[in-house]
């Protein structure tokens, strides 16, 4: 609501139906490219080498896919269990290949927000933004490098039960983060989000908005860092009004920045959305023939 609030309906309609059809299909093709790099970094962070990168962007593309149709993050849990079962993985190992994933993420994003951040006005809203922002970062920071010193001075085995759980996550996210691997995750994380960025450009340039890198970068960082904490499913209206949001604070026009957020969520929600189905009824054949082959003498008996 507060994203529609005095939105021109015919304002709307124009530059939607105005929008370059060719830059909006690039557009979709680079998010593809996304969710491939952060597939083949989520393979480098859980040192799974008997698993292909297709079947960890499966797994990727499936979370993202659980996200946008149910609240809260629970396609990223799941990432966890797919990963224990699909590559024979410890589950505190699986856990921590996803803490680390998904704290990159936000790590890069503050480090992007603050590198834009003394460019663009500071509305009250963006303030308090950039204070929620950077502690987020900062504590994932903080966390990441807690981790890596108990990983450092090795396992205790004293902890049980849920403490022992802990433990174990903990030297598992610690261990991520030492030596050159560190470099490599880093490197990718950049890459997956500077193509997101560029992503947003090509969506951006097919309604006529023309944006420096800088400010392209700003709108990815404020978007992506917004939905960081769980929302709706697929973040529908919060997403809406972080574009308006960012893209007002640079001067767009509403209608041209309610149509921004309109298309750039598209882009990524509608085909990961039908990905995420075709693997489910991809997957539920075989789980059926699974169970069935397990219980041959009630078969038998049937």
Same mark, same amino acid.
């Given at each position: 609501? /507060?994203?529609?609030?005095?939105?021109?309906?015919? %304002?709307? %309609?124009?530059?939607? &139906?105005?929008?370059?059809?060719?830059?909006?299909?690039?557009?979709?093709?680079?998010?593809?490219?996304?969710?491939?790099?952060?597939?083949?970094?989520?393979?480098?962070?859980?040192?799974?080498?008997?698993?292909?990168? =297709?079947?960890?962007? *499966?797994?990727?593309?499936?979370?993202?896919?659980?996200?946008? +149709?149910?609240?809260?993050?629970?396609?990223?849990?799941?990432?966890?269990?797919?990963?224990?079962?699909?590559?024979? %993985?410890?589950?505190? =190992?699986?856990? =921590?290949?996803?803490?680390?994933?998904?704290?990159?993420?936000?790590? $890069?994003?503050?480090?992007?927000?603050?590198? #834009?951040?003394?460019?663009?006005?500071?509305?009250?809203?963006?303030?308090?933004?950039?204070?929620?922002?950077?502690?987020?970062? !900062?504590? +994932?920071?903080?966390?990441?490098?807690? !981790?890596?010193?108990?990983?450092?001075?090795?396992?205790?085995?004293?902890?049980? &039960?849920?403490?022992?759980?802990?433990?174990?996550?903990?030297?598992?996210? &610690?261990?991520? /983060?030492?030596?050159?691997?560190?470099?490599?995750?880093?490197?990718? =994380?950049?890459?997956?989000?500077?193509?997101?960025?560029?992503?947003?450009?090509?969506?951006?340039?097919?309604?006529?908005?023309?944006? #420096?890198?800088? *400010?392209?970068?700003?709108? $990815?960082?404020?978007?992506?860092?917004?939905?960081?904490?769980?929302?709706?499913?697929?973040?529908?209206? $919060?997403?809406?009004?972080?574009?308006?949001?960012?893209?007002?604070?640079?001067? +767009?026009?509403?209608?041209?920045?309610?149509?921004?957020?309109?298309?750039?969520?598209?882009?990524?929600?509608?085909? #990961? $959305?039908?990905?995420?189905?075709?693997?489910?009824?991809? %997957?539920?054949?075989?789980? +059926? !023939?699974?169970?069935?082959?397990?219980?041959?003498?009630?078969?038998?008996?049937?």
């Amino acid at each position: 609501m /507060l994203s529609l609030r005095h939105l021109d309906g015919a %304002k709307l %309609k124009a530059s939607l &139906g105005g929008a370059n059809v060719g830059a909006l299909m690039l557009s979709v093709a680079v998010m593809a490219i996304v969710y491939l790099i952060q597939a083949d970094r989520w393979r480098v962070i859980s040192a799974a080498p008997g698993v292909s990168l =297709s079947r960890f962007a *499966e797994w990727v593309v499936g979370a993202v896919a659980v996200n946008n +149709v149910l609240p809260g993050r629970a396609g990223d849990i799941l990432r966890s269990e797919w990963l224990a079962r699909g590559a024979g %993985k410890p589950r505190a =190992s699986a856990v =921590s290949s996803v803490v680390v994933d998904r704290g990159l993420d936000v790590v $890069t994003l503050v480090a992007m927000f603050g590198l #834009t951040y003394p460019f663009v006005p500071h509305p009250r809203w963006l303030n308090d933004f950039w204070i929620v922002g950077g502690s987020l970062g !900062a504590v +994932v920071s903080i966390v990441f490098i807690a !981790a890596a010193v108990y990983a450092g001075r090795g396992r205790s085995s004293a902890a049980r &039960g849920m403490r022992a759980r802990l433990a174990d996550i903990a030297h598992g996210v &610690g261990s991520v /983060l030492r030596g050159r691997l560190v470099l490599k995750i880093a490197v990718r =994380s950049a890459l997956a989000w500077t193509a997101w960025a560029f992503s947003a450009w090509l969506v951006a340039s097919s309604l006529g908005i023309a944006l #420096t890198p800088l *400010e392209v970068l700003f709108v $990815t960082a404020v978007l992506n860092l917004g939905v960081a904490i769980p929302s709706s499913p697929g973040f529908i209206g $919060t997403y809406q009004w972080l574009g308006v949001s960012a893209l007002g604070n640079l001067g +767009v026009g509403h209608a041209d920045a309610f149509a921004f957020s309109v298309l750039m969520h598209a882009a990524w929600y509608v085909p #990961t $959305t039908i990905a995420g189905v075709v693997l489910a009824l991809r %997957k539920v054949p075989t789980a +059926v !023939a699974g169970a069935l082959v397990q219980r041959p003498s009630e078969n038998r008996a049937a």
